[in-house]
């Protein structure tokens, strides 16, 4: 499948049931090694990767000796705990025979939820792609509650997607994709290759493609929600059956799988958000060169701006403004209000002597929307 071959960066969501031996549970590791071996394909031909994987509760729970039972929130936490440094070592046993360094990034809602969080977690993960390590995420269940969290790595792997602009999401999962109906129970269950748009109607199909499985309907479903989430971030997302050995060479080798298109990219999902999800905090007025070189697809440097207006914190959206007021765009703001006023009229190389740190332009290029009249400007 060309969404496989052709993805720059690929995020894979492991779950429990692939990752621990039900019948022991310590870790799978030769489902484990041959994934590994799957991961190293992708990185020799240029792809990066992130893994989004579950295990830690499960693995813990047998190291606590806790009972086979519903867990309290208070023993999931304590298993989370216990068991995430045997998720890790099981990565790294299994991921470092081929080279490639593993790093554990723990979230919650607000580390994709909170804008000034979302940040920094979006700077380290781009970090560790660019050091060439494979980022392993999960949901910080020691700290997580009830009320406050994922509730699922489905959804955590789609906002993962969107925090760092990937270009497709795979959901390893039980079944080889969607169907029309459960495939278990109806002869004429028909599997879908594409899908081009999640209407209601191919809502209505996730009741029934595992149902016999026992995860039929929290499962499929919560996959379709996590696809819609990487799909208003231009990520596709790709469902395919992960109880094989190396599930991704058996997708692009012709094995079933639903690929779930998105309709922009990554970069341009963004910039609509920016543009149109955010409200402005503040406005940035700048000069005519720093216009000129935004209408260029350059960042907003310091240097070329000429007032700041309203309380704003890093990571906010603000509205750029030239000298006659016009908007050009909105973007997020790497510095706060007050650290902006400092900073007025100076290079970029300049702003470490004045704050003590120093996080490039105002604006970044890559955090900017260009209002539509300004983009027709020369």
């Known amino acids: 499948m060309n969404a496989l071959s052709d993805a720059r960066l690929i995020i894979v969501k492991v779950g429990s049931a692939l990752l621990v031996n039900p019948k022991t549970g310590q870790a799978d590791r030769a489902w484990l090694q041959a994934f590994a071996a799957d991961a190293a394909r992708l990185r020799a031909r240029g792809q990066k990767l992130v ?14 000796a806790l009972p086979r039972r519903a ?9 989370a705990a216990a068991g995430q440094s045997l998720l890790m070592r099981a990565w790294e046993e299994a991921l470092e025979p081929h080279g490639l360094r593993t790093a554990q990034i723990l979230l919650t809602p607000d580390d994709t939820e909170v804008r000034h969080r979302f940040l920094n977690a979006r700077a ?18 020691t700290v997580a509650t009830e009320e406050l969290r994922y509730g699922d790595n489905d959804r955590l792997a789609a906002r993962v997607a969107q925090m760092v ?33 999640i209407t209601d109607d191919i809502v209505g ?34 469902i395919t059956l992960g109880r094989r050995p190396a599930p991704l060479a058996a ?58 207006d309203g309380r704003f914190d890093k990571g906010d959206a603000v509205v750029v403004r030239d000298a006659e007021g016009r908007e050009l765009a909105r973007g997020l703001a790497r510095y706060d209000a ?19 740190y120093e996080f490039g332009p105002l604006v ?15």
């Open 51 to 64: 893994v989004v994987s579950s295990g830690a509760v499960a693995l813990g729970r047998v190291r606590l």
């Open 71 to 79: 867990l309290s929130l208070a023993e999931k936490q304590a298993a």
């Open 124 to 141: 380290t993960l781009e970090t560790l792609l660019r050091l060439g390590a494979v980022a392993v995420v999960n949901e910080n269940d």
């Open 165 to 197: 602009g990937a270009d497709l999401l795979v959901l390893l999962s039980d079944v080889d994709g969607l169907y029309t109906a459960d495939p278990r129970v109806d002869p004429d269950a028909r599997h879908l290759p594409r899908i081009d748009a």
């Open 205 to 238: 199909m996730a009741g029934g493609a595992n149902s016999a499985g026992g995860v039929g309907t929290g499962g499929m479903a919560t996959k379709l929600a996590a696809a819609r989430i990487a799909g208003a971030a231009g990520c596709a997302t790709l």
């Open 251 to 308: 997708v692009e080798q012709g094995e079933r799988a639903t690929l779930f298109a998105a309709a922009e990219t990554p970069a341009a999902a963004y910039k609509a958000w920016i543009a149109g999800s955010l409200t402005p905090q503040g406005v940035l007025t700048i000069d005519t060169g720093a216009a000129a070189a935004l209408r260029r697809g350059k960042s907003l440097l310091a240097a070329g701006v000429r007032a700041v």
């Open 338 to 356: 007050a650290d902006a006023r400092r900073i007025l009229g100076l290079r970029t190389a300049d702003i470490a002597d004045v704050l003590g």
């Open 364 to 378: 970044h290029a890559d955090d900017l929307a260009l209002a539509r009249h300004a983009t027709r400007e020369s």
